[in-house]
Structure formats: structure tokens, C-alpha cells
């Protein structure tokens, strides 16, 4: 699906990659989740934001999950260059709903990590970016 049909949604983003779906919330949801699993990622959080919404603020929200998720040895590997890096982790993907389609977003690992200014971070960013695009490209 080309982004730009989907109101809301055709404004490029410059600090992730995302991908408009014609498959339900659940199905993109569940695919996202087998996806990262086989790139090596494991779900560390899931904050299902409609729920926190209508919860803390009365408010109804459509569909938005985000995932925080983390492959344990390139966490452990960035570490050992940047031992407050932890402060970029986990990677964050999103999944939500807009106008009927679903959308599967992922970080930028090299935009966030440049903001470490640490040279040694580089290729392990470039492999997360590797990893969470063939999971966009999954979905």
C-alpha cells in the first residue's frame, strides 16, 4: 500500500520507517511480533496506549501499541562502548490503526544512536536498522 492513500499517514518520518498494511490490527500486530522474534528480538514491554488512555483520561483512542523491544546481544555488545546507551533502549516499534488500515512503525538505531556522538556505536545501529527493516518487510 503506497503510505500517501492513507490520510495521517503520508508525511514521511525522519527518526523511524514505517509501512501502511491492509491486514487487521491484530493480525499486524501478531505478524510484528513473529517477525522481530525471528530477527532475534525480544518483546520486553508492550504498552497498549487506547487502554492507558481510556484508563488514566477517559478518552477514547484508536488502536496504538508500542513495543519495546531489544536483541540481547547487540544491547550487550553497545553497552560495552557506551555504558549510558541504555538510555536509547529498548527500540521502540509501534503498530496502530488509522482509517481502517494498520501501520507498523520502527526506530532509526543510526539516527538515534548518532545523537551518543560515539563512532563505535555505528555498526551495531546499521544491523538493528538491517534487522527491523526485513521486519517491516515481514509484515
Do not use: W
Not at 1 to 15: D, E, F, P
Not at 30 to 37: F, G, I, N, R, V
Not at 98 to 103: A, N
Amino acid at each position: 500500500m503506497n503510505l500517501a492513500t492513507v490520510s495521517g499517514v503520508n508525511k514521511s518520518i525522519q527518526y523511524g520507517h514505517r509501512r501502511a498494511l491492509t491486514i487487521p490490527f491484530e493480525k499486524a500486530l501478531q505478524d510484528t511480533k513473529e517477525a522481530l522474534l525471528k530477527e532475534g528480538f525480544g518483546v520486553l514491554s508492550e504498552i497498549n496506549v487506547r487502554e492507558k488512555f481510556r484508563e488514566k483520561l477517559g478518552v477514547d483512542f484508536h488502536n496504538y501499541v508500542i513495543l519495546g523491544v531489544c536483541n540481547p546481544l547487540l544491547a550487550y555488545e553497545t553497552l560495552q562502548h557506551e555504558i549510558d546507551i541504555g538510555l536509547f533502549l529498548p527500540c521502540n516499534v509501534i503498530v496502530y490503526e488509522v482509517q481502517g488500515h494498520s501501520v507498523v512503525a520502527v526506530i532509526d538505531a543510526e539516527k538515534m544512536l548518532a545523537l551518543a556522538g560515539n563512532p563505535k556505536l555505528e555498526l551495531a545501529a546499521s544491523v538493528v536498522n538491517e534487522r527491523l527493516q526485513r521486519v517491516l518487510e515481514a509484515v
